[in-house]
């Protein structure tokens, strides 16, 4: 039994992160229609950012995570400013193109600007051992199970009584007519893309506290996009409940079938979910009338 109490907290920690990466591409899709296939990218510079302000200003976790959740919001604007924009308009295959190819120039960027190896991120908290009963967790993974219900409260409220998330919400059910009702679908698009660079970024420097900073980082994009498709790809909040899911079957999978097997649960969770519910647990059936 405290076996099973051990992996579960452990998958929720990791899942954690896999549901803030997850509703950073939800965001983006609620708000564009596209899928960012450079969202663990973007979680990754913000990773190395915060490795490289830590190797300044050691013993400050306030001024590392605040200069590199600054970082992701600069991340965000440019890559909506300068690559985004000016696909406005063209093919949604184009534009899921551009963001396939903006993933690698940023994984190159990667190699280029630091190294190849792995890193520690040390920033002075988050790996003191917290005790639940008899299990013991890292105050990182704690930190990161509010930060998500954090998150999850927070999009919720926005959604349903901001302005701005009340405008996402129309241009995401129809562009078109939001325009002509005068909300600005570009300024829309911003606010999409700095939200879900931020919230990658979170998650990105959660991921360094508990395992490293590495160039393989990107990976927790890939091993995100289940929980994006479990709970409903224009479900913001479901996708983040969709990660815990992804992150205690993973765990559920290695410590009770084989080890080899968490890389592909996921996976095989989304095939289950697209032919029984394509449209995820929490997401909206799309009706068409002819």
Known sequence: MQYLLDQVISGIAVGAIYGLVAMGFALIYKATGLVNFAQGEMSMITAYIAWSIAGTVSGNPWLVVGGALAASVVLGLAIERVVMRPM?????????????????????????????????????????????????????????????????????????????????????????????????????HAVAWTASSVIAGIAGVFSALLYDVSPNMFH?????FPATILGGLDSVLGSGFGGVIIGVAENLAAGYLAPSVKEITGFIVIIAMLMIRPFGLFGEREIERV
């Open 220 to 224: 927790v994009g890939l091993k995100s």
């Open 88 to 188: 406005l308009g063209e093919p949604v295959f184009a534009t899921v193109m551009v963001t396939i190819g903006l993933a690698v120039v940023l994984r190159s960027a990667t190699l280029l600007i630091w190294d190849a190896y792995p890193h520690a991120l040390d920033i002075g908290a988050g790996r003191e051992i917290v005790h639940i009963g008899d299990t013991g967790v890292r105050s990182a993974q704690l930190a990161v199970m509010a930060t998500l219900l954090l998150a999850l409260g927070a999009f919720w409220a926005f959604f349903r009584y901001s302005r701005i998330g009340k405008a996402m919400r129309a241009v995401a059910a129809d562009e078109r007519a939001a325009k002509l009702m005068g909300i600005s679908a570009a300024r829309i």
